[in-house]
């Protein structure tokens, strides 16, 4: 995917750098200082791998309110259903809504990383730049 889809489909980006040179994901300063705040290393989602290694030109996070897609979202309430041949469909059903809802006032976050010919070469669930934010 390229810079300009993402644009297209997540609008303005809330950051956005430039790095001069290129440099692996894992030594810009966005990613050393959440590693250095959690404790741990973020997992950058690649194409087919992790890609902590990949040389980055741009970093970008998109934020809005409610979450992005998410094609897990509702599987618990889906399984339980299924398992309980419908019976949990009156106990979750509410719930997962009044879940859903709340899910829909809070801040969610996506950091792209890019390449020099603009194309996505990572992606981090959340604000690469927030230990707390939510994807």
């Not at 995917?1 to 303005?12: C, F, N, S």
């Not at 741009?58 to 618990?76: K, T």
Request: proline content about 4%; hydrophobic content about 35%.
């Amino acid at each position: 995917m390229k810079l300009g889809k993402v644009r297209q489909d997540l609008g303005d980006p809330a950051y956005s750098r430039i790095y001069k040179p290129t440099r692996p994901i894992r030594l810009t300063e966005e990613y050393k200082a959440l590693t250095k705040a959690t404790g741990y290393t973020p997992f950058i989602w690649g194409d087919g791998d992790t890609s902590e290694n990949e040389r980055t030109a741009l970093c970008e996070v998109y934020s809005r309110i409610g979450p992005f897609a998410d094609m897990n979202r509702a599987q618990g309430y889906g399984m339980a259903g299924g398992l309980t041949l419908g019976v949990a469909d009156i106990l979750l059903l509410p719930t997962a809504i009044k879940e859903r809802s709340e899910l829909n006032k809070e801040k969610f976050s996506i950091t792209f990383w890019y390449d020099q010919e603009m194309r996505v070469i990572g992606t981090y669930k959340g604000d690469i730049r927030s230990k707390t934010s939510h994807w």
